[in-house]
C-alpha cells in the first residue's frame, strides 16, 4: 500500500515539475474543425476547414500548413464530415486511411465548386449523407461500389444528390 502513494507522490511531483510527457491544451486556443473540404490543383493538395486552410504536396504536409496558419490549436478529432472535391476523389483511399479523421467521418464529393466548410456543415447535420470513411474502406477493400453522396451547391443553397463509386 505504501508503495502506491509512494508512486502517486512521485508521479505528481514530476507532474509539477513538468518532467513527465503529458501534454495539455488551452481549451480556449482548440479551433475545432466540423467539417473538411479537400481540393487538389497543380499537384498540390489543398485543406479548408473554415477558420483555416493549408496546402501541400500530401495530406499530411497541407495539414501541417493548416496548423501552422492557424491562430490556434486545430482539432480534427471532432471532424463529422470530408467533402472532397471532383479533383481529389482520387485521394478517397488515402483519407480512408488517414489517422488525422475518424473512421466513423461522414464523406460526399462536391458536385461543380466545394462549397464553404461552415455551410456544408451546418446543411450534412441535418442530410446525413449516410457514407463514413470506414464503410468506404470497407467497401473499397472488398471491391465494392459505393453510393458516394455528391454535395451540389445551387442558388437555393446545398443539396444532396446520390452517384456510386468504385
Known sequence: MKKGWLLVGVLAVLTLWKLLPFQGSDVAQLMPIRALTVDRKGGQIFLDGGVC???GG???EAL???KNGAA???FLATTEEVIVSAEA???LPELCLWDALRPATRVAAALGDLPDPEQAADYLEAHDPGVSLGQLHGALLRGESVRLPQLLQEEGGLHLV???HR
Open 64 to 66: 501541417a500548413d493548416m
Open 89 to 91: 476523389v482520387s485521394l
Open 162 to 164: 446520390w452517384k456510386n
Open 58 to 60: 500530401t495530406l499530411e
Open 72 to 74: 490556434g490549436t486545430v
Open 53 to 55: 486552410s493549408g496546402k
